[in-house]
């Protein structure tokens, strides 16, 4: 019964914003008072994968206009017909929507999500400045802009636009922050899921080792949060906090989740039935080349996708991935080739390029993270099985 009423209170909620929004649309340009605030809104991470890194939004609160109005960069048409393809391409627009302070946080108690809330201490000119900007970009067409996960994000946008009237004086103590690689950096919020912690490390190439900046770990929105608590910035020779408070203003009941490493040996469990079924193979003579040609055929499968988002996707970090050196297109058509002594030589040479990915750190400016080894050493013993056999028969 509760949940019902819950539901009914956001659906109603969500009407009065949409009635808010339209009149805001066709309001004047919004001029703050005394009494108005800018803050950072920083909500943890959902049950959801499109939520898995958290977001970041500012609020506008001003009392004495009744305005309370929360700017959200992390908006998109999630209905598109090329939604997915667009994705990939790095093609998917986002943009800057504008929604009521009640009807979001109605939205995060729904999803039952932690909102931390940082309110900004600049001057009213400043707040002034950030909403100007804001507005400005609302009703033009810069409100639309291309998605791009490390360096152009809902996060980054608020990054960039709160900064604007202390760019050039805001600092922060570096020493304070880890220096971490973007794909470092992703890992506590993949670690509890083991296939997609998979996927993504095999898509991501080296553009994702590079170490980020502190700028640039803002990325994501608990480095936001994190940051912005131990910046400050200068304004006629006097050294200022960048927030004045921080406070969370809704906490759910249940306790946060843990990341679990219930999923860390999957990878190496696979391995060591892999090679006990190959083993006994051996033993028993039990012919597994249906085995290895399935796990071939997948490995292929892998390298045609790396390929293919090579070629179409605008992603920095999906393009030349390293990993097309184990996962190679034409892996299958080898398997089955009938010239034995080619193929022989062929297996030979992935089999030892592997063998030198796995054992020799920094042959390749990629990262081989932990999560990938099991997976190498398959096929590294794969080649091995198939170079015994093509030997034995000849």
Not at 12 to 32: E, M, W
Not at 66 to 95: A, E, R, V
Request: net charge neutral; proline share 3%; charged share 20%.
């Amino acid at each position: 019964m509760l949940r019902k009423v819950f539901v009914f209170g956001l659906l109603f909620s969500l009407l009065i914003n949409h009635n808010i929004i339209k009149a805001h649309n066709t309001a004047k340009q919004i001029q703050l008072s005394d009494q108005s605030q800018i803050s950072i809104l920083t909500f943890k991470p959902g049950s959801e994968m499109y939520s898995m890194y958290g977001h970041t939004a500012i609020r506008v609160n001003d009392f004495e206009k009744k305005l309370d109005l929360i700017y959200n960069y992390g908006t998109f048409y999630f209905n598109s017909d090329s939604f997915y393809l667009d994705f990939i391409k790095g093609k998917l627009k986002y943009h800057l929507s504008i929604s009521t302070y009640s009807s979001t946080m109605g939205e995060m108690q729904y999803e039952k999500r932690k909102v931390i809330e940082q309110v900004l201490d600049l001057s009213l000119d400043d707040r002034q400045q950030i909403v100007d900007k804001l507005e400005n970009t609302y009703h033009s067409e810069d409100r639309f802009y291309l998605y791009d996960f490390l360096y152009d994000n809902c996060a980054t946008r608020v990054r960039d636009v709160v900064e604007l009237p202390v760019h050039k004086s805001i600092y922060t103590d570096t020493t304070l922050f880890q220096a971490q690689s973007f794909r470092q950096l992703l890992q506590p919020y993949l670690q509890p899921y083991y296939w997609l912690d998979l996927g993504i490390n095999l898509l991501l190439n080296q553009n994702a080792d590079k170490l980020a900046s502190v700028a640039e770990q803002m990325f994501l929105p608990d480095h936001i949060l994190n940051i912005y608590d131990q910046a400050y910035y200068t304004k006629e020779s006097s050294r200022n906090r960048f927030t004045s408070m921080q406070k969370t203003i809704y906490q759910p009941y249940e306790d946060e989740v843990e990341a679990s490493n219930r999923f860390l040996s999957i990878g190496w469990r696979i391995l060591i039935v892999f090679v006990v079924i190959s083993l006994l193979g051996f033993i028993i003579k039990f012919n597994t080349n249906i085995i290895d040609f399935i796990l071939i055929v997948i490995y292929s499968l892998l390298g045609i996708l790396f390929t293919i988002l090579w070629i179409i996707s605008e992603h920095a970090v999906l393009q030349a991935n390293w990993n097309l050196l184990w996962t190679l297109p034409t892996l299958a058509f080898f398997f089955t080739s009938a010239k034995r002594k080619k193929i022989s030589n062929y297996w030979l040479y992935i089999n030892l390029l592997i063998v030198m990915l796995l054992m020799i750190p920094g042959v390749i400016p990629q990262s081989i993270p932990a999560i990938i080894l099991p997976y190498m050493v398959i096929i590294s013993f794969i080649y091995m099985k198939r170079l015994i056999r093509i030997n034995a028969n000849e």
